[in-house]
């Protein structure tokens, strides 16, 4: 889990699903989380690069939600990413607590959780000096 946390979001939602299952663990469990070391080691060199020439400014959200993807609770799952000067800063696959009736509802609920990060996100911006009046926050629905 730790490395999907600091500068490996790509295996954010594999971690994240894996670790659902660590009271209870199958050999089917531990064959996706070899699939996963596997992964890692084979791409040592992928990772977060923060270039300051290329600098976007602002922060951006991008955000989007499945509809009923766990097939045992129907539990849709929040996925989005958050960019400061066009560098990632934030970025989560999570499981939605509630059950959503319809993709607008779990678009909705997926936009909800990624104003609260960014409503954090401008808080501390501002008191490190970067006062920005606009987000850009990127749905697909």
């Not at 991008?62 to 990413?81: L, N, P, Q």
């Not at 999570?94 to 009736?101: I, P, R, S, Y």
Request: hydrophobic share 40%; proline share 1%; charged share 20%.
């Amino acid at each position: 889990m730790w490395p999907s946390l600091g500068s490996r979001f790509d295996i954010s939602f594999a971690a994240g699903y894996l670790g659902r299952f660590n009271s209870s663990p199958t050999t089917s469990h531990n064959t996706v989380q070899l699939r996963v070391l596997r992964y890692l080691k084979g791409n040592q060199d992928l990772g977060i690069y923060y270039d300051s020439k290329n600098a976007k400014t602002g922060l951006t959200a991008f955000v989007d939600a499945d509809w009923g993807g766990d097939i045992v609770d129907r539990k849709s799952t929040t996925g989005y990413a958050l960019m400061f000067n066009g560098t990632v800063v934030s970025c989560a696959s999570v499981k939605q607590k509630t059950v959503a009736t319809a993709t607008l509802e779990a678009e909705y609920i997926a936009l909800s959780e990624v104003v609260r990060e960014v409503l954090w996100y401008l808080r501390l911006l501002n008191d490190f000096g970067f006062h920005q009046k606009q987000v850009k926050v990127m749905v697909d629905n």
